[in-house]
């Protein structure tokens, strides 16, 4: 192009923005002021350290640890909560008139009933994600939950990860304006599910892993719903695990559009980044997988890089609990209800629908998995 243009407007010409001061907004975990609970967790594996760690930092009270294998509550307990009592049928923990809320961090296939007993005996439930594989069993625990009068949440606990709780506190103050575009690209590698019952799973990183970020996309684009959403999923050369450790989705909405690529088994510089785009401002953050440490926000203002205090393991955790607890002391619907968790379900199951079909598929349309 030899033809010179005065302003040098070029599409890839960099723009020169001004450097602001980041908005102070409230994205640490939510505290309730006064209720504080007795709380049980049914399921004591490995992640259930992550949640007591969380909750006894934050002084909530555990009063009950309830797991098949007593020697695994039994070690827990000694942890972090010695006064707390051990059990190994989770009828205990109905029966309990000082337990008003229950974490359940279970797997999906005894968690549904789990679900259906502790709202049947009058207790507030914290489920583990993924919240279920079928929506229709999901809509019918969100009816339970309604008709009992209690709260039933989902432990999207990638919400208070510090960087996507600063972003969701950026779209509740409308910064970013209309959204246009959400691009999310993850590098890790996920061979340690070798020999764990995830390497069961085919559809192991766009199901339990994904979850997460299709949730932080549904976020994102609050009410609008997908139109349609393509995936792939291909295995890596040298994997030594079966499922697929390559993944990608498009997702379609009314003018926007959302990228998610998950790459698995990269074994070197893992790296996650985010890029929201809107009509006013874009977002940024980027940094180690679950620990973005780079954030930035940029609108007509100029550029602010956002410190921000905290980590993903296990603020998002505490965000979890936290915001039902809250929600239960105000009298209103959590942040991460289940009734509106369903629709990142959604979202995810068309994604597995898609990437094993080869074609787009709908969001809402595919109303399980598995």
């Known amino acids: 192009m030899s033809e ?51 909750y006894k930092q934050r002084g909530y009270r555990i009063v009950a640890l309830c797991d098949s294998k007593p020697a695994a509550a039994e070690v827990l307990k000694q942890e972090f909560f010695p006064a707390a009592d051990v059990c190994t049928n989770p009828q205990a923990i109905w029966e309990r008139g000082d337990v008003e809320v229950v974490d359940l961090a279970t797997h999906p296939g005894m968690r549904l009933e789990l679900i259906r007993s502790a709202l049947k005996a009058g207790k507030h439930v914290l489920s583990q994600k993924p919240f279920v594989t079928d929506i229709a069993i999901g809509r019918e625990l969100v009816k339970l939950a309604d008709e009992n009068e ?30 246009v575009s959400c691009d999310i690209n993850i590098t890790w590698d996920h061979s340690w599910i070798k020999g764990t019952r995830f390497e069961e799973l085919h559809h192991v990183v766009l199901y339990d892993f994904a979850i997460h970020w299709f949730d932080i996309v549904t976020c994102v684009f609050g009410e609008r719903r997908a139109k349609h959403v393509f995936s792939q999923v291909e295995k890596s050369l040298a994997q030594e695990i079966d499922p697929p450790l390559l993944a990608n989705s498009i997702v379609g909405y009314n003018g926007g559009q959302a990228t998610l690529a998950f790459r698995a088994h990269t074994k070197f510089d893992p790296l996650e980044s985010t890029v929201v785009t809107g009509t006013k401002g874009v977002f940024r953050s980027s940094g180690p997988p679950c620990s973005n440490d780079k954030v ?57 629908a898609s990437a094993d079909s080869g074609s787009p598929a709908i969001p809402g349309n595919v109303l399980s998995f598995g």
């Open 150 to 179: 209690l709260k039933l949440a989902v432990n999207q606990n990638g919400r208070w990860a510090p960087y996507f709780a600063y972003l969701r506190e950026v779209l509740k103050a409308g910064l970013l304006g209309d959204i």
């Open 4 to 54: 010179s243009r005065k302003d040098d407007a070029r599409e890839l010409k960099a723009v020169e923005v001004s450097m602001t001061s980041a908005p102070d907004l409230p994205y640490q975990p939510p505290v309730p002021k006064d209720y504080n609970p007795g709380i049980a967790l049914i399921g004591c594996g490995g992640i259930a350290r992550n949640h007591l760690d969380a």
């Open 296 to 352: 930035s926000l940029t609108t007509e203002a100029g550029r602010a890089n956002v410190s921000l205090s905290g980590n993903w393991f296990n603020d998002g955790f505490a965000g979890s609990m936290g915001e039902l607890l809250c929600s239960i002391e105000d009298g209103r619907e959590p942040e991460n209800s289940a009734a509106a968790n369903l629709r990142s379900l959604e979202l995810c199951f068309a994604a597995i």
